[in-house]
């Protein structure tokens, strides 16, 4: 397995249209293992497709006890009821904002090998699976934020941008414990 680079805000395959998958290939099985892989390092909780600069409609998510992966997912029931809460980004590293979604969602999707089924999330889960199906529509949970907190937030990345230098952030190089002194770490999706 090996750990990808993750593409940053600027890079214009953030804001592509992914393909549906259609065939099931050991090449595709090797970028999914990668994409866990890389997620791992990179210490998120969800990763895209297009985040690894490809163009395929999948994503992984790994709340920490039951890791899987979502292929042409769709969210097929959403609840009326919506909760604000705090994300982040694995593309826009530092940078967090509120964004309101709904509560839970079930998702329709296929399997690394092709299976349909079906899955009901809610709270972190769901607003983790809304924020990876968004990424497989060139969505960025930014373009939630108010113009004020969006113009901040987009001042503050002007900051750091020049870190990555290509639009590249190179999750290998970067040290795997990176916790802080509680052991606590944000979570980016
Ligand atoms: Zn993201």
């Known amino acids: ?19 549906v998958v259609t065939e099931f290939t050991d090449e595709l099985q ?45 969210v097929i029931v959403s609840s ?19 964004v309101e979604r709904p509560k839970s969602v079930t998702v329709r ?13 809610s709270d972190l889960l769901a607003r983790c699976v809304q924020h990876e199906i968004d990424h497989l529509h060139g969505k960025l949970f930014l373009d939630y934020l108010s ?14 941008a020049a870190d990555y230098p290509g639009y590249v952030r190179r999750v290998a190089l970067e040290t795997p414990d990176d916790l802080d002194e509680h052991g606590h770490r944000e979570e980016e999706l």
């Open 1 to 19: 397995m090996s750990i990808l680079d993750i593409r940053v805000l600027g890079d214009p395959v953030l804001r592509q249209e992914t393909k």
């Open 30 to 74: 090797r970028l999914i293992d990668d994409m866990f892989e890389t997620m791992r390092h990179a210490r998120g909780i969800g990763l895209a497709a297009p985040q690894v600069g490809r163009a395929e409609r999948l994503a992984v998510v790994d709340l920490g006890d039951d890791p899987f992966v979502i292929i042409n997912p769709e």
């Open 80 to 98: 009326a009821a919506r909760v604000r809460g705090e994300e982040g980004c694995l593309s826009i590293p530092d940078i967090y904002g509120d």
């Open 109 to 121: 999707a296929l399997s690394r090998h092709g299976e349909p089924f079906e899955r009901d999330a």
């Open 147 to 160: 113009v004020l907190k969006r113009t901040a937030a987009l001042a503050k990345w002007k900051l750091q």
